[in-house]
């Protein structure tokens, strides 16, 4: 793709980089056939090539962005299926980042557009404002059909009973079992600790088991691909992050940052991407994302034990767009799954997002709700006992349309090796 941008333009490390990505796009329209959007909609603006054109001509040109380019810059997923089709190496993630930040910047949303997008910037990366919010979601379920569609949304993704706070929540040190073989850093995360906290819970025992010494590093949290996602600064969350962990590193070493939520995992390993232009952070946030394992990509890595309790149940496995696309994992989980006596079943479609995508199920609910129907169709056709997946967003996206438990990988991989039995197998 030629692209003209001038020279004081590419003065600047962002439109240097939405350069490369653009020229390194050759029009071939692979991607049109694997994008979610564009397999619903049907609109060349809907997929990532119409988009491509759509952000290149709002850079080159140096102009806010209009209205046209926000519709269909907010329907994209971020689900990456595009960057594992493209023969051409486009990095599309970086590109449409940069995006939704000039977006950001530069257009004028409706106030309450405006307002709820803020809302959810603010509340969903803080754990206590979040329970908060969830407590509060019960007030308003009863008159939910009054609602409009996005607070409808949210309200029906809210939990009907509110998980007890996990004993293990906070900064804290969890040594290994017998010999220690590794020491390893969690994020313990958002959102996830406060919908799931058995998945934390889990991840840590089966670590401890393998002979990890894990630490929940003190002033870590959020990763910020929330914030990141809808345009907003992320920059805090992420600083905080790499400082905390900056400190483990000194103070003990770590072998591992272990995250088991795909979506903050992709966010993570990019932190040496996102820093690369700071003198202060940018070889910290390099050896921060350099560090950054998915938990299963980490238990392969070390070998799981035998399994100790004989399942034999059908796991179909739902992968992650963040984890597939976005950090190339994909056959670990599965190996796992079969090493630990579960029989793998992989549903068609499986490259599709299931239309969770951060906040894109609340934000986009008409698309979401499409997405999700379609996936669930092609998990139940296998009939399975369970359904495993290694993000929260996609368990609580899918868990809403299924009878069918939905639980995280570790939670089936900790039971195998000697944990509980997960809650809702019970």
């Excluded at 979401?368 to 997946?389: C, G, M, T, Y």
Aim: hydrophobic residues 40%.
């Amino acid at each position: 793709m030629q692209t003209h941008f001038s020279l004081a333009q590419l003065a600047d490390s962002d439109i240097s980089e939405a350069d490369k990505i653009l020229r390194a796009c050759v029009h071939c329209g692979f991607c049109t056939a694997t994008c979610p959007t564009y397999v619903l909609l049907g609109d060349e603006r809907d997929s990532p090539r119409g988009r491509i054109y759509l952000i290149k001509e709002m850079l080159e040109n140096d102009r806010p962005a209009d209205a046209e380019t926000v519709t269909h810059i907010d329907r994209c997923l971020t689900c990456l299926s595009c960057m594992t089709t493209c023969p051409s190496g486009v990095h599309y993630m970086h590109l449409v980042d940069q995006a939704r930040h000039r977006i950001e910047q530069t257009f004028s949303r409706p106030l309450p557009d405006r307002l709820f997008r803020r809302l959810l910037g603010f509340v969903l990366p803080r754990p206590e404002m979040f329970r908060l919010a969830l407590l509060a979601s019960r007030l308003g379920q009863p008159l939910g059909f009054l609602l409009p569609s996005r607070l409808k949304a949210a309200l029906a993704l809210a939990p009907a009973l509110l998980p007890a706070r996990s004993p293990s929540e906070g900064p804290g040190a969890f040594p290994a079992e017998g010999v220690r073989r590794r020491r390893v850093a969690l994020l313990e995360g958002c959102a996830q600790k406060v919908l799931a906290p058995q998945i934390n819970e889990a991840t840590i025992r089966l670590l401890t088991r393998h002979g990890c010494d894990v630490v929940v590093a003190r002033g870590s949290g959020c990763c910020g691909a929330l914030t990141h996602h809808l345009g907003q600064d992320a920059d805090g969350f992420a600083r905080a992050n790499i400082e905390a962990w900056s400190q483990e590193i000194k103070a003990g070493g770590l072998d591992a940052i272990i995250v088991n939520t795909s979506g903050c995992g992709t966010t993570v390993k990019d932190y040496g991407f996102m820093f690369r232009d700071d003198s202060t952070l940018a070889e910290k946030a390099k050896a921060v994302s350099a560090l950054a394992r998915d938990v299963s990509e980490f238990l392969v890595e070390i070998g799981l034990q035998p399994p100790r309790t004989p399942a034999g149940l059908r796991v179909a496995y739902h992968s992650a767009c963040s984890l597939q696309h976005g950090q190339k994992v994909r056959e670990q989980p599965k190996r796992l799954l079969a090493e630990a006596g579960f029989t793998v079943l992989e549903p068609t479609e499986g490259h599709l997002c299931c239309g969770s995508a951060g906040t894109y199920n609340i934000l986009q609910p008409e698309i979401a709700l499409q997405l999700r129907d379609r996936k669930v169709a092609n998990i139940e056709s296998l009939a399975p006992d369970v359904i495993a997946a290694g993000n929260i967003g996609c368990i609580t996206q899918i868990a809403s349309a299924t009878r069918r438990p939905v639980v995280h990988t570790v939670e089936l991989l900790d039971w195998a090796t000697g944990g509980p039995k997960p809650a809702n197998l019970i």
